[in-house]
Structure formats: structure tokens, C-alpha cells
């Protein structure tokens, strides 16, 4: 190694060094901070998708400490003179450092995967394949098979062609489902900048990866420190936009709740139903627009409710005579009409039934003790009125 060679394998080192210190001490502090966040919040709500988000940042800091403890070892190596021994020596220690970094962005993926069930909002497309009970299967094979060959590669000091670069193969799987999953969150809370950002930002992370192809050590640093403090923002941005849709989706008890209804005639001689629902903290609503027939059933609940006893009794399944009329024809009329109270509030698609529907029926509705086809509304009669 000629003297210039080494002064630019010094410098190559120290900035390397930098970085792990970086690394290590920044997505520490960050794994800290989402599992604070968890702690108080997610533990309660029984959500380990973001313990899954931290454990994937941590992975991170313990390649931050790989670079660390390698460069320190590369820079006393530098410090004297060097021979045929110590050039070996020197890449060998770097082939072991890029397979253990390999090996963490490995896990770091493999977390990210098993942190999408928990995700409360996925794509229709794919969550079929990520709510199944064979999701960790399903990314855990291809995981092994990538982490494998990487062990070989570390404790043998000898890279295999595109073996050597396997985190990378694995990365790209991870950015696809990410990149769907992220965009979906965002979007269906109603944070579209959020969405575009997380797109931009699987594009940096997809370039970054593609520069461990080339032998641009520094390039392939600088572009590594820009994702991942752009994804772990993003990470933040993810756990605030949960805790918001919390705090906005605490729904009151069914007596802090006032319902009005009305029915308009337009100028082409055709009706518009609308109806008032007040007391959503957050939700200032106008006009929540309903059916001809989800209008008529909110009617009955309302003119019921007015009396003493407000029932209204759901035909049975297996009901047969023709001489007996029932209120309710089938559950589903209800179900409609919360769907349509639930687009409304929520905006359509953006809602999901653990966490709004069953909510809000239960808030809406009180089911007879003594006949469970009978149903009323639960609201008190003085706030509910037809205009």
C-alpha cells in the first residue's frame, strides 16, 4: 500500500468510525424513545407492532458498535508499517465487518416484517397474505435462507459473489410491503403529506441499498445516515399519528351524545337525508348523508326512544309467517346504517371495525337483556330529535 493509499484508507476509517459512533448512540436513543412511547401507550392497548419498529432500530445501533469496535481495530493496523500480513489482515477485518452489518440489517428487516400484522390499517390487496397466521413463516424462510450463507461469509472472511449481498435481496421484499403498508396509514388517517414522505423516503433507502453493488465506501455511508434517520422520523411520525387517531377516536358515553335528524326536499323534487351526530371529540360534524332506508330505521329508533320503552325487534332468521311484521327486517339494516354514521365521521374506508364500529355500536345501542332480538337506541330521549 502505497503512503497516499494509506492516508486515504485513515480517512476512510474515521469517517466509518464516525458513522458507528453515530449509528450506535442516535438509534439507541431511538429505540429508547419508541419503547417510552410504547410503555405508556401501546402496552395498554396489548400493540406490539411498535415494540417490533424499536427492536428493528436497536438492530441498527448494534451494527453502529460492529463499525466501532472493526474501525478501531483497522486503525491500529494503519498505525504501523505495513505488510503483505497486515493488508490481509486489514481485509479481512473488513469482509467480517460488512458480514456482521449484513447480519443486523437482516434482523433489521425481519422486524420491520413481523411489525405489519400489527399495522392497523393494510392494504385489502395484501392483507390476506400479512394477517395470516403463516406471516411469520412466510418472511422467517427467506430470512433463514439469507442469514445463512451471510454467517458463512462472516466467520470465513470470504464474500461468494451475490451471496455476500443477500440483506440486500432481503431489504427490497421489506421496502415492498413497507412502502404499501406505510402509505396506506398514513393516508387513511388523513396525513397525505406523511404518505408522500414515506414513499420518498422508501426511495432513498432503496438507493442506498443498490450503492452496496458499488465500491463507493463513502457514498454508501453518507446515503446509509440519510435513510435511517429519515426512517426512524418516519418511525416517530407513525407512533404520533396512533396516538393522535387515539386521542381522537375516545369515544364519550352514549348520555354526552346528541342525534338529530332531517329530511330535505330538493329543487328536482327528490329527497336528501341527513343527519346531525354531536359530542365525537374532535369531530365537529355537519352533515352526515344516509339512505332512503338507513334514514327511515334511524327514524324508528328515534320515534321509539321518544316513548318509554323504545324497542325495536329484529325478525328471526328462520320467521316464516307473513301475517307478523317486525321492525327490523335483518341485522345487516343495522350494520348499514353504522356504516354509513361511521363514513361520515371517520371518511370512508378510513374507519375499521375493531377499533370504530363495534365502538360506536356499543355506544349507539343497548340490546334487550330479556329478548336479544330487541335493540334500541341508547341515547337519552331529550337528545335525539327529528327536524
Not at 134 to 144: D, H, T
Amino acid at each position: 500500500m502505497e503512503p497516499y493509499d494509506a492516508i486515504e484508507a485513515l480517512k476512510n476509517n474515521a469517517v466509518l468510525s464516525f458513522y458507528g459512533w453515530w449509528q450506535c448512540i442516535v438509534c439507541l436513543f431511538a429505540f429508547v424513545a419508541l419503547m417510552a412511547i410504547w410503555f405508556h401507550i401501546g402496552k395498554k392497548q396489548k400493540d406490539f407492532g411498535q415494540v417490533f419498529l424499536a427492536l428493528s432500530v436497536l438492530c441498527w445501533s448494534f451494527s453502529g458498535f460492529a463499525d466501532i469496535y472493526f474501525t478501531s481495530i483497522i486503525e491500529n493496523l494503519l498505525g504501523n508499517p505495513l505488510d503483505e500480513s497486515s493488508l490481509t489482515k486489514i481485509s479481512n477485518h473488513k469482509v467480517v465487518n460488512s458480514g456482521w452489518r449484513s447480519i443486523f440489517s437482516l434482523f433489521n428487516s425481519l422486524f420491520i416484517l413481523l411489525s405489519l400484522p400489527w399495522f392497523r390499517y393494510i392494504p385489502e390487496k395484501i392483507d390476506h397474505i400479512i394477517s395470516s397466521k403463516y406471516w411469520p413463516l412466510i418472511v422467517g424462510l427467506p430470512f433463514l435462507f439469507c442469514l445463512i450463507p451471510t454467517l458463512r461469509i462472516t466467520f470465513s472472511g470470504i464474500g461468494i459473489g451475490f451471496i455476500s449481498e443477500l440483506d440486500v435481496y432481503y431489504s427490497i421484499l421489506t421496502l415492498v410491503f413497507l412502502a404499501y403498508v406505510l402509505w396506506t396509514s398514513f393516508y387513511r388517517r388523513r396525513l397525505k403529506l406523511l404518505s408522500w414522505l414515506s414513499l420518498l423516503c422508501i426511495a432513498v433507502i432503496l438507493a442506498a441499498q443498490l450503492f452496496k453493488f458499488t465500491d463507493s465506501e463513502m457514498y454508501l455511508t453518507l446515503s446509509s445516515a440519510v435513510f435511517k434517520s429519515s426512517l426512524i422520523m418516519l418511525f416517530f411520525a407513525l407512533a404520533l399519528s396512533w396516538v393522535k387517531e387515539l386521542s381522537e377516536n375516545i369515544l364519550p358515553s352514549a348520555h354526552q351524545l346528541s342525534i338529530s335528524i332531517k329530511r330535505m326536499k330538493t329543487e328536482n323534487g327528490r329527497y336528501q337525508n341527513h343527519c346531525h351526530l354531536k359530542g365525537i371529540p374532535g369531530k365537529e360534524l355537519n352533515d352526515i348523508s344516509l339512505t332512503p332506508s338507513s334514514y327511515t330505521l334511524l327514524e324508528k329508533f328515534i320515534a321509539k326512544r321518544k316513548l318509554n320503552e323504545g324497542w325495536l325487534e329484529i325478525k328471526p332468521k328462520a320467521e316464516t309467517r307473513l301475517e307478523k311484521i317486525y321492525d327490523i327486517k335483518d341485522y345487516n339494516e343495522i350494520k348499514r346504517l353504522l356504516h354509513q354514521l361511521l363514513d361520515g365521521i371517520y371518511g370512508k374506508d378510513n374507519w375499521t371495525k375493531t377499533h370504530h364500529e363495534i365502538p360506536l355500536k356499543n355506544v349507539l345501542f343497548e340490546n334487550s337483556e330479556n329478548a336479544h332480538r330487541k335493540v334500541r337506541l341508547n341515547l337519552l330521549p331529550s337528545k335525539i330529535n327529528i327536524l
